[in-house]
């Protein structure tokens, strides 16, 4: 049985085969085949082709375990607010960094540069503002009495806006130590304003939790819904240069994570292998979801134009965003998903700009000529920009062979500097029992993949020179699994005389046979239509399922042997059904055992096919009916006529009797003992003679296998 896989990047296909001659194809359209795998230094673009990425530096680490906010002033310093210990960092251009001040609080949760280039901070639980000098001194700017500080934003004229939690307001702060009632511009019926951005016209922005609505705040302090989401929070808003809103909408709670346990913000999703299923072209999997079916969705961003018109541009039900950016012609996301930042397009393309060995992407920001992003879980700063690595690598997800294979050629189609190595092992995950990366392959026609046969298999694209010029399409690698016997998994027999009868097979074109392909690839079922039952006397019926773990075609073959003997004879071979109706009669009265084997030559050479077998319970076979006889004289007496059967069964045992007078219905009638249950039964008919004359009267006994057999005899009144 001869498999090819093909891990291609645009389209995930997968090879299994009908025949060992003849190979099919199974094709995934779905770029998340190749997401699953690490880009390190590399992108993916819309279409899933991979190519060098930005390159990303890792400037500074906090040593702190989480960095919930950033801000950079027009000096080039970036300013982080961290988490677990309420410490704000500060970085200079050239990467070096220092704690900027020690607050109080556990968390700084919003970082915002003042006009004058004060640093404010905002702080939880217990929720403050501060003011942090040039020189690091702090003091409380803003003290709102609120539990939670999600958000900051410095409005044109300098004033402050604060997005609190749990009561969902926003204050404007114009001075220190300002009353918050005077202070107060929105008192929302929302638990949390999770996110503030200030608008190319100088107008506020807000983001809520759990209503996932977006307000536009005019001068005057009016509110105004510009979008209501029907996920659960509005997690970061940003505007970008032509006046356009993006927004990140989250299908849970990141801000209830946050303040509960800040760890499970950033928990990525564990990866699993791929696996080798057989395809069934008859039942397609369903397409993917349009990105505006937002019922599963874990996030989704928003564009909102400046006339007010929103479009979803991105969503998914998978990867969660944590950090958002406009940027020119869409948005930048950073999502939990491996350290991933990818770049949506207005037109909805999404490309795998760059991955990092955080857990989460938790802020973007613009920095001079490049972007900064912060990480959680640790907490460090990376910066990127235009230039790109020099090299870039790409590990394909692990591939599944569910059983121990043997690796064929490996080939891939790319342009520029591409090199491939592949490696092999017997866990679910590479770890150090794993074989070696192989020697790098350069020619994309491929060679024999010399990694060792194991059941699990992955291989390593290094891509060398610019994105323009260096590309890799698509990578396929063949493979032979171990072939693996087939199973009898259930074995019934049908009462006796219940015979089994094939029903009109579906009608195939000959020349799909011939072709060696799969009629369900023309939508043709190929779930095997059930018999029918039938009345044949003395029939044995036997009907079993049975399933190949390679798919592979079966054919069967039934024996039979009596108790006593030792050899099992051949009653019928190469049977493709998965019933069969033995005529009992051909067979003498006994006991029988009966044998189902199970074959998958049609899939394998002679050499490689394998075979898996069931038996029966012992089949007691009795064709021999009943003997009836009267006993003595039947007795009349007045209207009543008494008449004595003996009923004697050679082979198995009565279970029915029955007596008739003068040819009428057929009336029950019970042994001397009350229970038909042995081979000798003895019946007393007692019956009713109405009027003078001659009368027959019959009985009729039946067998555990379904023979019956009779007497009679004359009386007359």
């Known amino acids: 049985?001869?498999?090819?896989?093909?891990?291609?990047?645009?389209?995930?296909?997968?090879?299994?085969?009908?025949?060992?001659?003849?190979?099919?194809?199974?094709?995934?359209?779905?770029?998340?085949?190749?997401?699953?795998?690490?880009?390190?230094?590399?992108?993916?673009?819309?279409?899933?082709?991979?190519?060098?990425?930005?390159?990303?530096?890792?400037?500074?680490?906090?040593?702190?375990?989480?960095?919930?906010?950033s801000a950079t002033d027009a000096q080039g310093n970036v300013y982080l607010g961290t988490g677990g210990e309420g410490k704000v960092f500060r970085v200079?251009?050239?990467?070096?960094?220092?704690?900027?001040?020690?607050?109080?609080?556990?968390?700084?949760?919003?970082?915002?540069?003042?006009?004058?280039?004060?640093?404010?901070?905002?702080?939880?639980?217990?929720?403050?503002?501060?003011?942090?000098?040039?020189?690091?001194?702090?003091?409380?700017?803003?003290?709102?009495?609120?539990?939670?500080?999600?958000?900051?934003?410095?409005?044109?004229?300098?004033?402050?806006?604060?997005?609190?939690?749990?009561?969902?307001?926003?204050?404007?702060?114009?001075?220190?130590?300002?009353?918050?009632?005077?202070?107060?511009?929105?008192?929302?019926?929302?638990?949390?304003?999770?996110?503030l951005a200030v608008g190319r016209n100088g107008e506020l922005y807000a983001g809520t939790d759990p209503g996932a609505i977006?307000?536009?705040?005019?001068?005057?302090?009016?509110?105004?819904?510009?979008?209501?989401?029907?996920?659960?929070?509005?997690?970061?808003?940003?505007?970008?240069?032509?006046?356009?809103?993006?927004?990140?909408?989250l299908g849970d709670s990141a801000s209830a994570s946050r303040a509960a346990d800040p760890a499970a913000a950033g928990t990525p999703a564990e990866s699993k292998p791929v696996t080798v299923e057989r395809p069934n072209p008859a039942n397609p999997e369903q397409p993917s979801k349009s990105r505006y079916d937002l019922s599963a969705a874990k996030s989704a961003v928003y564009r909102i134009t400046a006339d007010g018109v929103s479009d979803i541009i991105w969503s998914s039900g998978t990867v969660s965003g944590f950090s958002l950016l406009a940027d020119g012609s869409g948005a930048l996301v950073g999502t939990s998903d491996k350290g991933r930042i990818y770049r949506i397009g207005n037109d909805?393309?999404?490309?795998?700009?760059?991955?990092?060995?955080?857990?989460?992407?938790?802020?973007?920001?613009?920095?001079?000529?490049?972007?900064?992003?912060?990480?959680?879980?640790?907490?460090?700063?990376?910066?990127?920009?235009?230039?790109?690595?020099a090299e870039g690598t790409y590990e394909s997800a692990v591939l599944d062979a569910k059983n121990a294979a043997g690796w064929g050629?490996?080939?891939?189609?790319?342009?520029?500097?591409?090199?491939?190595?592949?490696?092999?092992?017997?866990?679910?995950?590479?770890?150090?029992?794993?074989?070696?990366?192989?020697?790098?392959?350069?020619?994309?026609?491929?060679?024999?993949?010399?990694?060792?046969?194991?059941?699990?298999?992955?291989?390593?694209?290094?891509?060398?020179?610019?994105?323009?010029?260096?590309?890799?399409?698509?990578?396929?690698?063949?493979?032979?699994?171990?072939?693996?016997a087939p199973e009898i998994l259930s074995l019934s027999l049908l009462p006796t005389s219940v015979g089994l009868a094939p029903n009109p097979p579906i009608q195939i074109d000959p020349n799909i046979e011939i072709a060696g392909l799969d009629p369900a690839q023309f939508g043709i079922p190929v779930t095997a239509v059930p018999p029918r039952r039938v009345y044949q006397r003395g029939a044995v019926s036997l009907q079993w399922t049975a399933e190949d773990r390679n798919g592979d075609k079966l054919v069967f073959d039934v024996y039979f042997r009596e108790v006593s003997e030792t050899a099992f004879k051949p009653l019928r071979t190469g049977i493709e059904e998965n019933f069969l109706t033995v005529d009992g009669q051909s067979l003498s009265d006994g006991k029988y055992i009966f044998?189902?084997?199970?074959?998958?030559?049609?899939?394998?050479?002679?050499?490689?096919?394998?075979?898996?077998?069931?038996?029966?319970?012992?089949?007691?076979?009795?064709?021999?009916?009943?003997?009836?006889?009267?006993?003595g004289t039947p007795q009349v007496t007045g209207d009543k006529a008494r008449v004595v059967f003996d009923a004697v069964d050679a082979s198995g045992y009565l279970v029915r009797g029955e007596y008739s007078v003068n040819g009428g219905a057929w009336l029950p009638v019970y042994p001397e003992d009350g229970i038909s249950d042995s081979g000798r039964e003895r019946y007393t008919v007692e019956a009713s003679l109405s009027t003078a004359g001659e009368y027959s009267i019959a009985l009729r006994v039946w067998d555990a296998a379904g023979n019956a057999g009779s007497a009679r005899t004359l009386v007359r009144r």
Do not use: C, H
Not at 156 to 181: C, E, Q
């Open 348 to 389: 909805a393309s999404e490309t795998l700009l760059l991955q990092t060995d955080a857990a989460q992407i938790s802020n973007i920001a613009k920095a001079g000529n490049g972007f900064i992003a912060t990480s959680s879980n640790q907490g460090s700063l990376f910066r990127f920009g235009a230039e790109t690595t």
């Open 92 to 195: 200079d251009a050239a990467g070096n960094g220092s704690v900027f001040a020690d607050l109080e609080e556990m968390n700084v949760s919003s970082v915002a540069i003042g006009t004058n280039g004060d640093i404010f901070a905002a702080t939880m639980p217990d929720g403050k503002v501060y003011r942090i000098d040039r020189t690091g001194r702090s003091d409380v700017y803003f003290a709102p009495k609120e539990k939670y500080i999600w958000a900051l934003a410095v409005m044109p004229d300098g004033s402050l806006a604060v997005g609190t939690g749990d009561g969902g307001r926003i204050y404007r702060v114009r001075s220190a130590n300002a009353d918050p009632a005077a202070s107060l511009l929105f008192d929302s019926s929302e638990t949390n304003i999770i996110s």
């Open 1 to 69: 049985m001869k498999i090819i896989l093909f891990f291609s990047i645009l389209t995930f296909a997968v090879g299994l085969t009908g025949t060992a001659a003849q190979p099919q194809i199974w094709s995934v359209n779905s770029r998340s085949d190749v997401l699953r795998g690490d880009a390190r230094s590399v992108s993916i673009d819309a279409n899933g082709t991979l190519s060098p990425a930005p390159r990303v530096t890792e400037a500074f680490k906090t040593g702190q375990a989480y960095i919930w906010a």
């Open 214 to 249: 977006v307000l536009r705040f005019a001068a005057d302090g009016k509110p105004f819904g510009v979008l209501d989401s029907p996920l659960r929070e509005i997690n970061k808003i940003s505007v970008a240069a032509d006046g356009s809103v993006y927004a990140l909408a």
């Open 595 to 631: 044998k189902i084997v199970a074959r998958d030559t049609p899939s394998n050479p002679g050499q490689y096919a394998l075979a898996g077998e069931r038996f029966t319970e012992p089949v007691e076979i009795d064709n021999t009916p009943p003997v009836v006889s009267v006993v």
């Open 409 to 484: 050629r490996i080939w891939w189609r790319s342009q520029g500097n591409v090199a491939i190595q592949t490696r092999s092992g017997n866990t679910e995950r590479p770890d150090a029992t794993w074989g070696d990366w192989s020697p790098a392959m350069n020619d994309a026609r491929g060679g024999q993949i010399t990694s060792p046969s194991a059941r699990y298999f992955q291989w390593r694209a290094v891509l060398r020179g610019a994105p323009d010029a260096t590309k890799l399409f698509e990578v396929n690698t063949a493979f032979l699994p171990r072939n693996i």
